[in-house]
């Protein structure tokens, strides 16, 4: 990619998107760039300059992505051409531990409360409560976010507060989250990966590991691979 990789790598529809920086003689970002790559054939689709950064968050769905600079603009791109529809000042949206969605991003307001902000008018989505900041964050097609923290605790959770919904409570830190379908798939510190229900947080299988799970993501719409420390 002819620098470092200073993002997380995101997969979307049939690309992997991530950004890759250079730095001059004495360590500082001299030029990024956002690459859309070919899953099938690891060709480049487009390639954009972005603002130098240290880091980039990257969220979006099947027609724009954002990308957030560290202490940096945000940069909202066609996921088709590459084009950049517009970069709006990030300070709005910066803050310890963020969580970036599909078209929202998820911020401490303080010690026990998240904010959701909209990433195209800045408006708040809305708050909930947490007794441990969340370590994942996936939201669902209803609105409302699925959350796992540091304590293994999962839960649903609705934008104007604790939802009527549920909550499920693993042996682990929650590593990872992938949403497919009507189910919740969760990764574990306890090495067990869970699935559950996302209507009732009801568990529909589980299965451990061999070791503490890495990664995780989706091969097809029926197969789950994973990666294991140590295997």
Do not use: C, Q
């Amino acid at each position: 990619l002819g620098g470092n990789i200073a993002s997380p790598i995101r997969p979307f529809n049939s690309s992997l998107i991530v950004v890759s920086r250079t730095t001059s003689s004495d360590g500082k970002p001299r030029a990024s760039y956002v690459r859309s790559i070919s899953k099938a054939t690891g060709i480049t689709n487009w390639v954009t300059s972005l603002p130098p950064a240290a880091f980039y968050n990257i969220g979006g769905d099947d027609k724009t992505i954002y990308i957030l600079a560290e202490n940096g603009p945000l940069t909202a791109i066609d996921l088709i051409s590459g084009a950049v529809r517009w970069t709006r000042d990030g300070a709005a949206f910066a803050g310890k531990d963020i969580h970036l969605g599909s078209n929202w991003i998820a911020r401490r307001a303080n010690e026990k409360t998240i904010e959701v902000i909209s990433l195209e008018d800045r408006n708040i989505l809305g708050r909930f409560e947490v007794e441990t900041y969340p370590k994942v964050i996936g939201s669902r097609t209803d609105g409302s976010l699925i959350v796992g923290d540091a304590l293994g605790n999962l839960e649903a959770v609705s934008l104007g507060g604790k939802s009527n919904g549920w909550s499920y409570k693993a042996g682990g830190a929650i590593s990872h989250l992938i949403l497919r379908g009507d189910n919740v798939v969760a990764a574990s510190a306890d090495n067990f990966v869970y699935s559950l229900s996302l209507s009732s947080g009801n568990v529909v299988w589980k299965r451990r590991m061999p070791g503490r799970i890495n990664s995780i993501g989706t091969l097809a719409e029926s197969k789950l691979a994973l990666a294991v420390v140590g295997e």
